[in-house]
């Protein structure tokens, strides 16, 4: 089983490379891909959840401007709970203390604010007068949020959502506090045995794969956003930007 090897070097930094680089470390059900899948999908299945629960509500809020008071509140309140301490409550309100769902809810949480204030913030900054100009030229509400207002905020709201999967795939470890797997297995296991080679490494992989999702989504957000948003965030002079936004939204040239 990982985590009983014992390596000859006294150094917690010597060990931990001798563990990266022993191959048994990389193979079987307790390996290092099999817990970086684990790990991912704990990740997916958090996000998806925060997504389907924040981004209705930030575009909500963003688009009408009812409610910021609250979301701005409700943000700040998630961000202030302790994120181990509300999934050991969850856990024990649980009926199964092995339950994958009092981890999950309790990073839901975490995911949260980052994705609700990306998008509020997001639709909130687009400029007011292409917003009127598109209700002018006669778009229904649902086509200025999806046609104007989306595709205009994109850029904030994928970083509001590039912030959360970083904050979920950097904290997701703590479910190996409950006994589920993922990469945090090797922390808590290694912590169990005195195994401080296994910690440091587990340590490591876990900041390589949140380093490797967050350029992947970096680079997911630059071609995201299209080349003519791109050249409206920086116009070249003046109200150009203005100009070719309104006329965007009236389907012409300007």
């Known amino acids: 089983m990982i985590g009983m090897t014992r390596y000859d070097s006294a150094n917690p930094l010597t060990q931990g490379v001798e563990w990266l680089r022993d191959p048994a ?53 998630l961000r202030a709970l302790p994120t181990l301490g509300v999934m050991t409550l969850f856990a024990l309100l649980a009926t199964s203390t092995l339950s994958l769902m009092p981890p999950i809810w309790a990073l839901v949480l975490l995911a949260v604010p980052p994705l609700m204030t990306g998008t509020y913030a997001g639709i ?32 904030v709201m994928l970083g509001g959502f590039r912030s959360a999967v970083l904050q979920v795939v950097a904290t997701v470890a703590v479910v190996a506090y409950l006994g589920l797997g993922g990469l945090g297995r090797f922390i808590i296991d290694g912590l169990s045995v005195q195994d401080y080679g296994q910690v440091l490494g587990g340590a490591v992989v876990i900041a390589a794969v949140a380093l490797v999702v967050d350029g992947v989504l970096a680079l997911a957000q630059r071609r995201a956003i299209s080349p ?4 409206l965030r920086h116009p070249p002079a003046g109200n150009a930007a203005r100009e070719d936004l309104t006329a965007g939204a009236r389907g012409g040239t300007p």
Do not use: C, K
């Open 25 to 77: 470390n990389w193979q079987g059900d307790y390996g290092i891909p099999n817990r970086v899948v684990e790990h991912l999908a704990y990740s997916g299945l958090t996000l998806l959840i925060a997504v389907a629960i924040a981004v209705p509500v930030g575009l909500f809020v963003g688009h009408t401007g009812r409610g910021r008071v609250v979301v701005v509140s409700l943000a700040g309140l």
């Open 124 to 155: 909130a900054a687009v400029d007011p007068e292409t917003v009127d100009a598109a209700r002018g030229v006669g778009m229904t509400e649902w086509q200025v949020l999806f046609r104007v207002e989306v595709p205009n905020a994109l850029a």
């Open 228 to 231: 003519g948003l791109q050249q």
